[in-house]
Structure formats: C-alpha cells, structure tokens
C-alpha cells in the first residue's frame, strides 16, 4: 500500500503541497510580469492584480477547504484518544477546533476580497486568520504533549513547539511593523521611510505562513493511523 493511502494521512500531505504551491505559484507568476519586488513582497501583494489574484484566490480557497478537512479530522481523532484515556480536557480539543476554523474563514476571507480591492476587509481576512492560526498551532502543541506519547512522540511534540513558538513570535513584528507602513503600491524601494518596516513586517508575515506549512507537516504520519467513517441511519 502507498503511504499516502495509510488512513488520512492524504488530507496534510495535500495541505502541506497545496499551500506551499499557492504561496510560490502566485509569487513567480507576479514576479515574472513585474507586478511585485523580488525582495519578500507581502504574500498578499503577490495575488493582487490579475491574472495571479484569480490563481491565488482559487488556490487559497481550496487550501481553506483542505485545512477545515484536515483540522476536522485532528479534533475527531483528539476525541477518540481523550475517551480512551482522558489525558486531553475536551474544551481545550474543541477550542483548538474553533481557532481551527477561524483560521480556515480568515483564509477565505483573503481569498475573495483582494488587497488593492478592498483593504480592510482583506486586511481583516488576513488578521483573523494569523491570530486563528497561532492560537490552533499554540493549542494543538500543548495537546500533543499532553497525549503524548499516545498522539505523537516527544521529539515530534517539542517540534510542534518550536514551531508554534516561532510563529507566535514572527506574528508580533508581522502586525507591528505593518501599522507603520504606509505605502500602499506594490512596488518599494529601499529609499522610502517605511521601508525597513516593510521588510520586517513581509519577512516576518513568510515566517508565520510557512510555520503553519511545516506544522501540518507533522499530522502526516499520525493520520495514518486512524480512519472516519460516515454512518448513515434510516428513520420511518
């Protein structure tokens, strides 16, 4: 058998490949029509002006609809293991399933309402779904290592950490040096005075994405152990 047929552990490895392309397809397609920098643009400014908004929107919604699957079937598989040995509280598993979705709307949100469209309801999309998604990678890591060594080894849940540890860090400068950027064309140069606010805040805002990428990453081989099953019942 495939190892991407062993249980669901299809569902991050899809999320993890799909992001990741949506991210860079966008950013080389914009680059190579001149409408971004070379230099870490903000991933939203990579999928402002068409035709690479209609290709980073379709992308991130379907990455949206992959996450909602994908952090569905963690809180379900979170559930079985609390039954079984109670280790997890169950409204610390249901409150990372809220921040979960919360993040997957916020991705929505980005998708529809394009950044030179209109910017406060994507810069709204885009808040929501990194604080969202902080809170999620932050609570599932403490979920791990509360489970643990029933959910995932301890190297894998002190990697979580990192990883959560991370991005909460990178999310701060992401928010912080954005207010003070008060540019709003897609082109920079290292002469404007809010420039070096600029490349912090963009640096920053890739660290905190791919965190999330990589944090996914690690479902892959504990979805393998379990399947979901529908079961459907019949009333007269």
Known sequence: M???????CFLPAFLVVWSSCTF????????????????????????????ESCIFGLMTFISS????????ARYKYVERLTEQNSLVKPCLNKAGLVFGLAACFG?????TFQETAVTPVHDFGALVFFVSGVLYI?????????ASPYDSS????????FIAIVAGVAF???????????????????????Y?????????????????????????????????????????
């Open 2 to 8: 495939f190892w991407f047929r062993q249980g669901l």
């Open 24 to 51: 860079i397809v966008s950013y080389i397609i914009a680059l190579f029509r001149g409408d971004v920098d070379i230099i870490f643009p903000y991933i939203s400014d990579t999928g402002a002006n068409p035709p």
């Open 65 to 72: 609809c992959a996450g909602t699957a994908t952090i569905y």
């Open 107 to 111: 991705m929505c949100i980005v998708a």
């Open 138 to 146: 932050i609570l599932q890591s403490v979920i791990s290592l509360q």
């Open 154 to 161: 301890i190297c894998v849940c002190r990697f979580r950490l």
């Open 172 to 194: 701060f400068p992401t928010v912080i040096c954005a207010y003070f950027v008060k540019q709003t064309t897609l082109h920079r140069h290292t002469s404007d005075k809010d």
């Open 196 to 236: 070096p606010f600029h490349i912090a805040s963009a640096v920053c805002e890739w660290i905190v994405a791919f965190s999330f990428v990589c944090f996914f990453l690690t479902y892959i081989d504990d979805f393998k152990t379990f399947k979901l099953q529908v079961r459907t019942e019949y009333e007269d």
